[in-house]
């Protein structure tokens, strides 16, 4: 067990990767909070943890609410007496070209994708601190890495993710808190349903490995970045994608 008795805070756990992420965790003896927007989603990804012998409960947030982040870490804190893990995945797209992009989807995608990950790292990296060693994953894309057309809020976000994680891996890195981001490819969830499916058989055309990511590729990832094998990896941005861009 990989995870063994660590407590890992997942944002958007109820559906696609932090699902199945919240799984694999449980699965390698992690505790784990649940922190998701959708209620019906989070509870129900809670309880499966639990049916399957694991160790999960569900924590409301909304993590482009200061307010709510801040109340969604001090009840994690309160229920467990520490955090180990941040797993920044939760993330949103309102995909449109320039000319066609409104404020508002502008103004949306950066509240919850940029934001968010500010707020949520803002709010638990001090218990991190408090105990010398903790573990904080965000959520890239290889959209942020190498741009995509239609997507410039998402784009700007997943960028700035890497910036932040960059910069947090300075900042917190000789106080015993490793940083890091994956940036997956293209990965079958809900996300991915809205791109038209030529759109996506061209894309696995140019993928070596002939597939889209599954969800468990990434769960994957954050795993070994969660884990203690990965105490020496700081600031990388592990690229998920099957060789999409190489
Ligand atoms: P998804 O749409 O299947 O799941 C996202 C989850 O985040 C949902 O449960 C949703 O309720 C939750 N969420 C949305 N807004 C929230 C908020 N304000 N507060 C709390 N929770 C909120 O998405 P998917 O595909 O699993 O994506 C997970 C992460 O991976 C995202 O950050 C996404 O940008 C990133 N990603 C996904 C890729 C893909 O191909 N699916 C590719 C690259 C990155």
Redesign the pocket.
């Known amino acids: 067990m990989r995870l063994q008795g660590k407590v890992a805070v997942i944002?958007?756990?109820?559906?696609?990767?932090?699902?199945?992420t919240a799984l694999t965790f449980a699965r390698e003896g992690a505790r784990v909070a649940v922190?998701?927007?959708?209620a019906e989603?989070?509870e129900a990804a809670a309880l499966r943890i639990r049916e399957e012998g694991g160790d999960a409960a569900f924590f409301p947030?909304?993590?482009?609410?200061w307010d709510?982040v801040q109340r969604m870490a001090a009840a994690i804190a309160e229920r467990y007496g520490r955090i180990d893990v941040l797993v920044?995945?939760?993330?949103?797209?309102q995909d449109a070209m320039l000319s066609k992009m409104s404020v508002e989807q502008w103004r949306k995608v950066i509240?919850?994708?940029l934001d968010?990950v500010f707020y949520c790292t803002k709010a638990i990296a001090p218990y991190m601190v408090q105990q010398g060693k903790g573990k904080i994953i965000n959520?890239?894309?290889?959209?942020?890495v190498h741009g995509n057309i239609g997507q410039t809020n998402?784009a700007a976000?997943?960028a700035g993710v890497i910036g932040m994680t960059k910069t947090w891996a300075k900042e917190l890195g000789f106080k015993g808190v490793n940083v890091n981001a994956?940036?997956?490819?293209?990965?079958?969830?809900?996300?991915?349903a809205k791109v038209p499916e030529k759109v996506l058989t061209a894309m696995i055309e140019r993928v070596p490995l002939r597939r889209?990511?599954r969800?468990a590729d990434?769960a994957n990832a954050y795993l070994y970045l969660a884990s203690d094998d990965a105490d020496y990896v700081n600031g990388t941005v592990l690229e998920v994608n099957g060789g999409l861009v190489i």
Do not use: C, H, Q, R
Request: net charge negative; glycine share 20%; hydrophobic share 35%.
């Open positions: 944002t958007g756990a109820g559906n696609g990767i932090g699902l199945e922190a998701e927007f959708d989603a989070g947030v909304d993590v482009s609410d709510s920044n995945n939760a993330g949103i797209t509240d919850v994708n968010g959520t890239s894309s290889v959209v942020g998402y976000t997943k994956v940036a997956p490819g293209y990965i079958e969830t809900g996300m991915v889209l990511g969800p990434v």
